[in-house]
T-cell receptor
Framework: KQEVTQIPAALSVPEGENLVLNCSFTDSAIYNLQWFRQDPGKGLTSLLLIQSSQREQTSGRLNASLDKSSGRSTLYIAASQPGDSATYLC???????????FGKGTSLLVTP | EAGVVQSPRYKIIEKKQPVAFWCNPISGHNTLYWYRQNLGQGPELLIRYENEEAVDDSQLPKDRFSAERLKGVDSTLKIQPAELGDSAVYLCASSKGGDGYTFGSGTRLTVV
């Protein structure tokens, strides 16, 4: 059974810092990996989707990398802002259309 | 393009009462998922539909939970009777051919 772990569970940084969120998974035979953002009381917003054949994806200040063989992904957030405060979830899929296996998330607080 | 629409947004019921949640996926998305998210946890799959067929319901507590997806579009998830431990956020998501997953805003259920 695929297990997804996210470290750290919580993180507090001052505005302007660059930061890295980590995600690891036990079964490297994944189809894709997706990073989501969840604001309190809200649903999930997709940030980046990395197919298993890809190494990284970028969107604005966000960059996600994937090392499938070692079962790791990182989400890099550059020049953090208070509006980035949210919970960030990592999820992997074992096949096209298959359900996602989620980590427990990293709760990020960016202070002004 | 409208996203995944869920209703209601919030529901408070007494234990042993029935409750139903509704989901309208993105047009053209053949795969529909119901997830349950407990506080401080990542979402966990309850059931996955390919068109109108339930292809993965192994995590659905079938003694009290039921779901249907009529005509392969909208879906309803029902709990009868509800228990205190069913308090959670119920999320609906849809996808097309593994091109990424889009989530609705969720229904927050409180059983008292």
């Amino acid at each position: 059974k695929q297990e997804v772990t996210q470290i750290p569970a919580a993180l507090s940084v001052p505005e302007g810092e660059n930061l890295v969120l980590n995600c690891s998974f036990t079964d490297s035979a994944i189809y894709n990996l997706q990073w989501f953002r969840q604001d309190p009381g809200k649903g999930l917003t997709s940030l980046l989707l990395i197919q298993s054949s890809q190494r990284e994806q970028t969107s604005g200040r966000l960059n996600a990398s994937l090392d499938k063989s070692s079962g790791r992904s990182t989400l890099y957030i550059a020049a953090s802002q208070p509006g980035d405060s949210a919970t960030y979830l990592c999820a992997v899929s074992q096949g096209s259309g298959y359900a996602l296996n989620f980590g427990k998330g990293t709760s990020l607080l960016v202070t002004p | 393009e409208a996203g995944v629409v869920q209703s209601p947004r919030y529901k408070i019921i007494e234990k042993k009462q029935p409750v139903a949640f509704w989901c309208n996926p993105i047009s053209g998305h053949n795969t529909l998922y119901w997830y349950r998210q407990n506080l401080g946890q990542g979402p966990e799959l309850l059931i996955r539909y390919e068109n109108e067929e339930a292809v993965d319901d192994s995590q659905l507590p079938k003694d009290r939970f039921s779901a249907e997806r009529l005509k392969g579009v909208d879906s309803t998830l029902k709990i009868q009777p509800a228990e205190l431990g069913d308090s959670a956020v119920y999320l609906c998501a849809s996808s097309k051919g593994g091109d990424g997953y889009t989530f609705g805003s969720g229904t927050r259920l409180t059983v008292v």
